[in-house]
């Protein structure tokens, strides 16, 4: 430290240099290790180490009040009460350790729980059973000295993972996420076994989560967590279970301002919740309810990203390792723990063979006769020790001198009505306690199994997984968001965007929507949504830019200026980048389009070319279809279509989809279409088929094959509807008592219908959309006799009828199951575009025509 001198009166300027050095080292290394991180050994941050070793002191089977605890605390930890309450608080929320009463809060709503002074707790039996055995623990001073606590509790259990960690200390921090009670007593097993295992997180918030990049938990690691929403009714969505990290408060407010920012667009929001999480999402009259789901979790906190980081205290140093290595560690320092109790108890099973023998030989030989031969101490040890010679081999070790003492305390009244059968019994006892435990420790591995096997048949009913584990599909914000914007284009002053409300309107649109345009000179660019943007001079088309688009198809004719030939081309646009100028015609002065379309869905028109008056040209119009060109890159040059100047083109007629059938296919494990070839195909599509889908509730429905649609996992069938082909069922009436047989087609597309009556007892035991199904129907036994099993052919039993049928009568007998059987054959009618793809697939590729060469030149 170095003075500055300075003038009279004015105050002394100090140098610090280097102090703050060793001080803040000083400061770090006491924040990482006493206070943020949890030590690998026993799981446990130091304040919440003190608080059970605390609680065990108070242990007697009676609730505390938490503000007592607080205070015997406050003997071991060194800080202010306000920490311990808090420290107590989390870790009775996690329903492990600490058998609560009172207010504890709600760790699904976010509220608080009450004062220490008006709850309760105290162990939890589990929490008994696994941390505490005094004679393998290291006790060390507190901090003033007065007292002794643990160095670590000796815990028999992966209790850092089951509980999960966070902290944040000087330099780093951790984020150990809590995993399945059962899940890690079952990988402890297999560990222990040689065997391989894996670990994901499990929430008390439940929800759905990807661990796919979970990493073990190490940085760099992500998993990504999700609410359960589910469709109630056309207008109302409900969460039924929340990320983890957030709470039902927080969870509605994200959802509000992603509303209010016009990212998703609802009525109200209705949080239900009590003991379980409801909240009621109310969608207003036409709002996709399928599209709302994915934009939630696009735009709210009902998808979060979790980034872990296992950092532990090993050694008084902090360590990265991951939740696997966490458990290996945790699992090898049981076996060292159960180890060293079972050689304890070895020690003290001796010892009581030792005394209870010693007492025997002492009785017995009646060593107490000739006592009063002996007037000091001295000579009397001096004497039981002659006497115990001739017996010495038979001991377990040397007699000491507190043996003998023990020995003459013994009273009178004892020696008198010593039982020797009693005491062999006893001794016998004991040997078999000792081999017992002798053989345990001789087979320690087994023994540890045996143990954790224990601990999850006492205590694991009721911990099961509450976290779904599956992968999710990847939602595109802008195929979700809610277009609450208009789009405008001044096409002669080149202008676009969503105040323009004098101009042309052009499409709806959304903040985070990227626009395409297309100018008359050929140019094409794509940019971010704004309110005004200078894009070019004589726009001829704009609109919203779908990325990896394959199916939106761009038609148009231009006149090339190097050449002055005509061309005509089709190309689709999928990836560029943002705000880059791109040609899709030759670049030149002269260059122009001459007609353009945008086709969603690869339509292909039919166009009239006008020529010009020129000289001996003949022909001056004829049509050209759109159908008869490829579809090729943007940068393609194109067909010629003629090298005289055109007068005007018109568009004769509309054209229909040029694309093939889209293949969709529908994975079970995210329930979702997709067109990547993920799960089970569903067939080829074009705009106007639809899906059929039948739920375990009897809901029959078919809809478009919409890519956003969420399906429900309880769905029976999802297939390609075929008009033609009709739906067996076999139903239980409720109202009636008996079965029924019906067989039916879908008389209206476009409505849900109920196939079964909806009286409460009515239910759907067997649905089938083979052409000739069969149905094996076993009967359930009455009385002595079961009537034999019947082959059901449902194609002789009933005709088609309608919806609405109630059907024929199947059984009288009640029915134990219906085992559906292979279909009798049957040979399905080809469809147009079955045929076609197989021809395709036959026939060599086609050659472009040369539309040149059908021009009078």
Known sequence: MEDFPQAEGQETILRLSGMYQNWFLDYASYVILERAVPALEDGFKPVQRRIMHSMDELEDGRYNKVANIVGNTMKYHPHGDASIGDAIIQLGQKQLLIDTQGSWGNILTGDDAAAPRYIEARLSKF????????????????????????????????????????????????KILPHNFN??????????????????PDFPTAGIMDAATYNDGMRGGRIRVRARIAQRDKSTLVITEIPFGTTTSSLIDSILKANEKGKIKILKVDDNTAKDVEILVHLPKGISPDKTIDALY??????????????????????????????????DRTVEILKKELEVKLDDLEQKWHNASLEKIFIREEMYIDFKKYNDKESLFAYLYECFEPFKEQLLRPITDEDIDRLTQIPMIRITRYDTYKAEENLLKIEADIEVVKNHLANLIAFTIDYFRNLQKKYGKGKERKTEIRPFDTIEATKVVVR????????????VGTSLKKDEYVADCSDIDDLIVFTADGKMIITKVTEKSYIGKNIVHVGVFKKNDTRTVYNLVYRNGNDKISYIKRFTVTGIIRDKEYDVIEPHKDSQILYFSANPNGEAEVITIILRQAGSVKKLKWDINFADILIKGRASRGNIVTKYAIKRIELKEKGISTLKPRKIWYDPIVHRLNTEGR???????????RLLLIGKDAVVKTVIPDLSLHFDP???????WNPEKPISVIHYEGEKERYFVKRFLVENPNREELVISDHPKSQLLFVSTQWRPMAEVVFTKTGRERAENQMVNIEEFIAIKGIK???????????????????????????VEEA?????????????????????Q
């Not at 609450?484 to 202008?495: C, T």
């Not at 059907?807 to 080809?830: A, D, F, H, M, V």
């Open 127 to 174: 929490a008994l059973d696994v941390l505490f055995s005094p004679k393998v623990t290291e006790w060390q001073k507190s901090y003033d000295g007065r007292n002794d606590e643990p160095v670590h509790l000796p815990v028999k259990f992966p209790l850092l993972l089951a509980q999960g960690a966070e902290g944040i200390a000087v330099g780093l921090s951790t």
């Open 183 to 200: 899940e890690l007593i079952d990988a402890s097993v297999l560990y222990l076994e040689g065997k391989p295992f894996e670990l994901y």
């Open 484 to 495: 609450n914007l208009k789009l405008y284009v001044n096409r002669e002053e080149g202008f």
């Open 805 to 831: 049928a109630i059907g024929n009568q199947l059984s009288t007998e009640r029915i134990k199951e219906i085992i559906p059987l292979e279909p009798l054959p049957y040979e399905e009618p080809q469809t």
């Open 714 to 720: 309880n769905l029976l069938i999802i297939e390609k």
């Open 298 to 331: 696009a735009f709210t906190d009902c998808e979060l990203s979790i980034s872990p980081l296992c950092c532990v205290i090993e050694d008084n140093k902090p360590h990265f390792i991951g939740v696997s290595d966490i458990l290996r560690k945790s699992t």
């Open 679 to 689: 799960g089970e195909l569903l067939g080829s599509f074009k705009g106007e088929d």
């Open 836 to 856: 076609n793809e197989e021809e395709e697939t036959a026939a060599p590729e086609a050659t472009q025509p040369d539309l040149f060469s059908g021009l009078d």
